[in-house]
């Protein structure tokens, strides 16, 4: 049974795994770094623990980790501490948390301004300037010349990521607003992410990406932020395009969110023709039973292991169990990667994880069912 942590593995899990500290696994380090204006230091560090970990953990499949920096940022996007833990970057406003490894965007233009300034946003997502495909082809030059082809060696699939939904953006709870108030150019804002997503997911696939993660969250623990009829509407069509884009590309497609998807659980999974889920959320009422039998012949399912109560809090006999059931409920018939519900976070027990692994291997022989 394949085992992969499609959204990472942060300290200090990452840390003990690596037997040094890890700069990929930690967003203090990374900032501290940053502030200090040693940019190098931080690609260097990202592209190594991303390998490293890989192959140490012998994870069956990789993130394409992008080189933060292929050269120092302008003074002007560069981040400048202004507060305790609170720093600039461009007109965002960022926290970051150090009890939880969080960094939050507390505030922005389009926060301050409103619809004047995410109007003038989606006019800047709606033009295709040669000097970002120019850079992103450069990026991912960059990433196969000193991470890629390690991976190929390896002979795992790669994937990437594109996403859809501004959460995490200090103006995400405007922008639900606007589905109401604004729909025509909320819908501008789709379709030109759409655009370039497509852009972006081209040149991943041609330099080795063998599936491809529709990021977004768009639940939460009590049912998806919009409406039913608001995420057929809006959002459905730009991931069944993308979906049919890879698909013409022989490229496998998992959407993934947090929460609880069962009002819209059809078209997130079926209707749009994605071929995987990440981020099963039993604490959200995703039920990895029911998810299978309904869906099983269908879709492949990567994670089972609750990463909110059992991987931080539970015992290595609970951690056991949970990954026990995991495999027993989703593996059978194959359509499984085992993983975490969402990553290897940093409020997360070493000790489960590993217990987690050594579970996995024990029962994770496809041939016993």
Not at 270 to 294: F, W
């Amino acid at each position: 049974m394949p085992i992969f942590e499609s959204l990472g593995v942060e300290s200090p899990t990452a840390d003990i795994v690596l037997g040094r500290p890890s700069i990929l696994g930690s967003v203090e380090r990374m900032l501290r770094l940053e502030l200090e204006g040693k940019f190098d230091e931080v690609t260097e560090g990202v592209l190594k623990d991303a390998f490293d970990l890989t192959v140490k953990l012998k994870f069956d499949a990789a993130n394409i980790t992008l080189p933060p920096y292929m050269k120092p940022p302008p003074p002007e996007s560069r981040p400048r501490l202004i507060g305790d833990w609170v720093y600039t970057v461009g007109d965002t406003v960022h926290r970051f948390i150090p009890e939880s490894g969080v960094t939050l965007e507390v505030d922005s233009k389009i926060k301050r301004r409103g619809i004047p300034a995410f109007e003038e946003y989606v006019r800047e997502l709606e033009q295709k300037r040669d000097v970002d495909v120019e850079e992103a082809h450069e990026a991912f030059e960059d990433y196969y010349r000193r991470l890629g082809r390690l991976y190929h060696a390896l002979e795992i699939p790669t994937c990437s990521a594109a996403g859809h939904i501004p959460m995490g953006s200090s103006w995400f709870y405007m922008f639900l607003t606007w589905f109401y108030t604004h729909p025509e150019l909320v819908k501008r804002f789709f379709e030109a992410n759409t655009r370039r997503n497509l852009e972006w997911m081209k040149m991943a696939v041609d330099y080795g990406a063998e599936f491809m993660i529709l990021h977004g969250d768009i639940a939460c623990t009590q049912g998806p932020f919009i409406s039913p009829k608001h995420y057929r509407e809006f959002i459905f069509p730009e991931i069944r395009e993308e979906v049919q884009f890879l698909h013409k590309r022989g490229i496998f497609a998992f959407n993934t969110s947090d929460g609880n998807l069962w009002p819209i659980i059809d078209d997130y999974l079926i209707n749009c023709g994605v071929d995987g889920m990440m981020e099963i959320q039993k604490t959200a009422g995703m039920d990895s039973r029911r998810l299978k039998e309904r869906f099983g012949d269908q879709i492949c399912f990567n994670g089972g292991v609750d990463c909110s109560l059992i991987l931080p809090f539970g015992s290595k006999e609970d951690v056991t169990r949970e990954t026990a059931k995991a495999v027993e409920t989703l593996s059978p018939g194959g359509g499984h990667i085992l993983g975490s519900s969402h990553d290897i976070h940093q409020g997360v027990k070493p000790e489960n994880f590993f217990t987690m692994l050594e579970t996995a291997k024990r029962h994770g022989d496809y041939t016993r069912h």
